[in-house]
């Protein structure tokens, strides 16, 4: 099962940037009928550029309220396109534990720590035929396990930098990939031991994701999760280094 942020990206894309176009293109012609004190071309100017503008929200916001939520199962995959390829994101193990580290040097938790192991793709099948294979660098990402009430938590910094410190997982989520590559990277967060429904959110963040019509990260448009209840266990890849769970 895969789900792709942003549907038609080179068309959202094309169509943010004709409207920031035309909508700039009228103001000049407004602010020149201001220049010189022409009233019909500030009418013009001005009413072309609130006519872009209330269309373009008009259109954000329908597609926004025609979208759903969706929780991938593990497994699944969460693209995110970028023009002319993709990037993807997979829960591929998962493991809860109170505690971090060797016995001597333990970090604890607040409530109880949750490993994620996330699989990231560049999926050779979604590039353009002249594109190469030159590496690509992710966008940002914004990371965050949210729980069945809607809370979301942020990764721990003390969480992650003790379990990088005993396996050496110190990679970014930015690691350049050329096409066909794909790399794991651990995610530790701290949440209560009562919270349930756990579901992990990744998403652009960059601001001007905002105002893409079909994006996730657009106004009142519903996100995309990647599901934890599915996913096989990672116990074995890191015990000893996570105790008394």
């Not at 979604?126 to 966008?139: A, F, H, K």
């Not at 940002?140 to 930098?161: I, K, T």
Request: proline share 6%.
């Amino acid at each position: 099962m895969a789900e792709t942020t942003p549907h038609l990206a080179p068309i959202v894309v094309l169509l943010f940037l004709g409207a920031v176009f035309v909508t700039c293109v009228s103001l000049l012609v407004s602010l020149y009928g201001v220049v010189r004190r022409s009233k019909p071309y500030v009418r013009i100017g001005g009413g072309g550029a609130l006519t872009v503008v209330a269309c373009y929200v008009l259109l954000l916001c329908g597609v926004s309220l025609a979208s759903s939520e969706k929780v991938l199962p593990a497994g699944g995959w969460k693209y995110f396109c970028e023009i002319d390829c993709h990037i993807g994101y997979s829960v591929s193990g998962v493991h809860t534990t109170s505690v971090i580290g060797p016995e001597f040097r333990q970090e604890s938790a607040h409530g109880q720590f949750v490993i994620v192991r996330l699989k990231v793709w560049f999926d050779e099948h979604t590039i353009s035929p002249n594109r190469g294979d030159g590496p690509l660098t992710p966008n940002a990402r914004r990371v965050v396990l949210v729980d069945a009430n809607g809370q979301a938590y942020a990764q721990s910094p003390e969480g992650e930098a003790e379990f990088a410190r005993v396996i050496g997982d110190a990679g970014s989520l930015r690691q350049p990939l050329r096409p066909g590559q794909s790399f794991a990277k651990y995610l530790v967060f701290d949440v209560p031991k009562d919270a349930s429904g756990l579901r992990l959110l990744i998403t652009e963040d960059d601001l001007e994701t905002l105002l893409i019509i079909g994006h996730e990260n657009s106004l009142l448009h519903r996100k995309i999760y990647l599901g934890l209840n599915s996913a096989p266990s990672i116990t074995r890849e890191i015990s000893p280094l996570a105790l008394n769970n």
